[in-house]
């Protein structure tokens, strides 16, 4: 590659946010000019929009496992987690059942969602995810008590990329009976999903996640779950979710998703190798820690802790070398807040704030992980040698917390 550090673009933030495949686009793209009527119109353009319209539900049910009927579109993976938990606890409360089972580490989708149950009187349970940023299906099952309406945990984490054993944990919400819901938002497109095999009642997933457009998502959920509308209007998505739908993205969602679950095998062995060649270039900074398992994570994912080191300046830094990186979720980026996830599995705020998360896609090369291990590798040290609190670090008088 002929090409010098100012002209470098290396995106490595695809956990906040994808470049739209070519296909997506390509799908969406009629439905903006041509195909452009309400489906629910009586007339025949409305009707060509309807017909899309079904086809697209019935394709994204077929790389879920479940049945047209059990989707429904939301704006994205934010309304998609609050329907699907506002749903089950109303149907909870019905039945005097105001316990929710949750983890500490959740989307903050979830997490004030959970927030807002609990000044309704609900009672919320977040279980630890130990320093591996991992649950089980033992802590869940001592977890539910004969109130849990609702069992929540995510498939994969957005920040250190943790993959649950969704298939485990839903098989104890089985047993007990009650109801299971996986933000499977970062999983989705990336790792395999079938809701019946792996016992999952609920699920939302959002398309800019794998390629698809932004303000679009689903939310799955079982047949016999009668879902609370957030949104009250017409009597579109079987009158749970009123608004003209989003045609073009549904269909570019619709694209994406079977390309992406098309090629998934292939593309989770190509971003392993070189998450793995990401993960065992930064390990050789010294007082450096990888956040959250070495193996059960997302292929793309790569989340360092490094001392002595203030998050928002290596990334500005990164940036002018070209590499666009995250220091967190990008939600929580631009607050001083140390990232919730983070203090989950144990580091407390100073390592917190030191930290790096880098997602990876297709399109990424090993010569960009290449330059990117030295970019940080350089910034790194360059930080460290302007930093009194590194200075105190190596005179010994201050001490080590990453060894
Ligand atoms: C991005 C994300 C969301 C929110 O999805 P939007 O479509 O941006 O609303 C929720 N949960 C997780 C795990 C995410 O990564």
New binding site residues.
Partial sequence: MNCTDECRKIYVDN???TKMSKTAINAMLPYMDGVYGNPSSLHSVGQKANEALVSARERIAKCLGCTAREITF????????NQAIISAAKLGEKKGKKHIVSTAF?????LHTLEKLKKEGFEITLLDVHENGLVNAEQVKAAIRPDTCLVTV?????EIGTVQPIKEIGAVCREKGVVFHT?????AGHLHIDVQDQNIDML?L????FHGP????VLYAKKGIVLANLIDGGAQERGKRAGTENIPAIMGMAAALEEACENIDQNAKKLTALRDKLIAGLSEIPHSILNGDAKQRLPGNVNFCFEGIEGESLLLLLDDKGVYASSG???TSGSLDPSHVLLAIGRVHDIAHGSLRLTLSEENTDEEIEYTIRAVKDVVEYLRGISPIWRDLTEGKKEFIIK
């Fill in positions: 956990a906040a946010t939301t704006s994205g993976g934010s309304e998609a987690d959740e989307h903050h989708a979830v995510m498939y994969a984490n957005n933000d499977a938002v970062q999983a939302s959002s398309a800019h996640k932004k303000g679009i998502g979720s990008a939600c």
